[in-house]
């Protein structure tokens, strides 16, 4: 009897690991634990007011916000029309892209045009802010340190 409870019991768990494993694998289907991670735009998308004071109308996507140890932060955002970073001093490097649309870029007291294909490093110690142009969507992607 004790013979037949344990071979049960070994068939069971062999049957069981495929389970495992695949239960391992949908636990790490963004690669968390295995050197990476995988965020996806549409399950981030937050309506929110411009940053900085800004105000209007922003959407953000904050990509790999869960992960406490990453040394830097980088998001979406789309500026819609009315809306703005607003005018502010940078307290670390940023580095704005602009992926799509237009607007105009406020640093230090200068007004400079940008537009798709645009990156903008701005130093601490500088003043700036970014507003999109008539009424399109400005889109950029922004990445800072964490520190």
Do not use: C, W
Not at 27 to 39: E, F, L, T
Not at 50 to 71: C, I, L, Q, R, Y
Not at 125 to 145: E, Q
Request: aromatic content about 8%; overall charge positive.
């Amino acid at each position: 009897m004790k013979i037949t409870i344990r071979l049960n019991a070994l068939i069971i768990i062999i049957m069981a690991l495929p389970l495992f494993f695949l239960a391992g694998f949908a636990i790490s289907a963004n690669g968390k634990g295995n050197g990476y991670i995988i965020d996806h735009e549409k399950q981030l998308k937050v309506d929110q007011p411009g940053p900085h004071d800004g105000g209007g109308k922003t959407t953000s996507f904050v990509f790999f916000n869960e992960n406490k140890d990453a040394k830097v932060s980088f998001r979406k955002r789309i500026l819609h029309p009315g809306s703005s970073i607003g005018y502010h001093l940078e307290e670390k490097q940023e580095i704005y892209y602009i992926i799509g649309g237009n607007g105009s870029l406020q640093i230090n007291g200068k007004t400079i045009p940008v537009s798709a294909g645009d990156g903008i490093l701005t130093m601490p110690g500088n003043m700036h802010g970014l507003k999109p142009a008539g009424n399109n969507d400005l889109t950029l992607l922004v990445a800072y340190p964490n520190n």
